[in-house]
């Protein structure tokens, strides 16, 4: 019966591997770029206090419209430049299946990895050009692509999940005005960075900028995400967003967190502070090569299998991500954490690279 089930599945996705995000609690966890401080007490409590003023009976607000006005200030756009989202997973889908679908989406590996799998199941072919050995973009070459005929959706991560470098302005300019199709620049780390191209969207409507409240603003759980775009690309997203696709405590959440702009700084900055720290200690530990990092997060190669490494600190109760692979040949990615958390990570890796070595030489 299960063979007979899958055969209804298409075709085209049945070798598709899911996306795997593992679960251990208890464990310091270091794996998927999340805030690592809880929301401060004055934000709690004013959410909880406009809850008061909620009914959870009726659907939310189609169109999010108070938390786009609040976006629409914070990024220096107009509201309908705007569009809300059930995290940036939906709207990447979604901007592929208005956009992509049939034709070709242009990725940057190494990168995020949903990008092409969001592109397959939109129907769009994936294609890919490399990054450089320092993970640049080889923008000659992507440019080519950007040009080709069929070419519908190119998409660059900036600060690039999973090596943590940024996307020249320049670059950003020369792919939104020579692409044949839209161009999605992912910035859901760029508050790390402090830099941002939404203002570019005004000059060129095949900009798609991409942004979340999950990373900076420690939102997570909740699943907020949004984009900055010409109206007319939002009124092509239209076609296939769900109707009530970003629920009303999300979207009150958001728009809260938004007044608190200056204490949100304040925690961003004390991540900053704490990568470089941890980049800085991280170059000590001998059999670690640390690859320098705009976001939250620090991508690092071992001299031993990313697997071995990666096993030694979930023994020790420390989860990171293992993101070898082509171009990331013995690769791991650590999220900055609290100092405490950070520690306990670095105190694991070294005796795990030492405990590595040790047995190889003997």
């Known amino acids: 019966m299960t063979e007979e089930l899958l055969s209804l599945l298409r075709p085209d996705l049945r070798d ?62 107009a509201p309908e430049n705007i569009l809300a989202g059930n995290g940036s997973d939906e709207l990447i889908l979604n901007l592929f299946l208005s956009f992509g ?22 129907g769009a072919t994936v294609a890919a050009v490399a990054r450089r050995e320092d993970f640049s973009l080889d923008l000659a070459a992507l440019l080519r692509e950007a040009r080709a005929p069929g070419t519908r959706v190119v998409v660059v991560c900036s600060p690039n999940n999973p090596t943590g470098n940024t996307v020249p302005r320049e670059a950003v300019e020369a792919l939104a005005a020579e692409a044949a199709g839209l161009v ?47 109206p007319a690309v939002i009124a092509g997203l239209l076609k296939v967003k769900q ?39 991280m170059k000590q530990i001998r059999g670690v090569e640390v690859f320098p990092s705009r976001a939250n997060f620090i991508l690092f190669r071992t001299s031993l299998p990313a697997a071995k490494v990666y096993a030694g600190l979930l023994a020790r109760r ?12 013995r690769c791991l990615r650590v999220t900055v954490g609290t100092p405490a958390e950070n520690e306990a990570f670095l105190q694991a890796l070294a005796a795990v690279v030492a405990e590595g070595e040790g047995s190889s030489s003997g």
């Open 318 to 329: 420390v989860l990171i991500r293992n993101v070898a692979g082509p171009g990331l040949e």
């Open 101 to 122: 679908g049939g034709g070709r989406v242009v990725i940057t590996p190494p990168t995020f990895s949903m990008y092409a799998i969001h592109g397959r199941i939109a």
């Open 16 to 77: 598709l591997v899911p996306y795997a995000v593992p679960h251990y609690p208890g464990y310091i966890k270091l794996d998927a770029n999340e805030n690592p401080y809880d929301f401060a007490p004055e934000v709690l409590a004013a959410v909880v206090r406009r809850l008061s003023g909620q009914t959870f009976t009726r659907y939310p607000d189609p169109e999010a419209t108070e938390l786009r006005r609040r976006i629409a200030a914070y990024t220096g756009m």
């Open 243 to 281: 109707p009530f696709n970003l629920n009303s405590f999300s979207q009150l959440a958001a728009a809260t967190v938004l007044e608190y702009q200056p204490l949100f700084r304040q925690r961003m900055e004390e991540i900053i502070a704490n990568r470089e720290e941890l980049y800085r200690r």
């Open 184 to 230: 999605l620049l992912d910035e859901a780390y760029g508050e790390f960075a402090g830099e941002s191209c939404c203002d570019l969207v005004r000059r060129y409507p095949r900009l798609v900028v991409l942004r979340t409240f999950s990373k900076a603003f420690g939102l997570a759980g909740l699943r907020v995400g949004y984009l900055v775009a010409d």
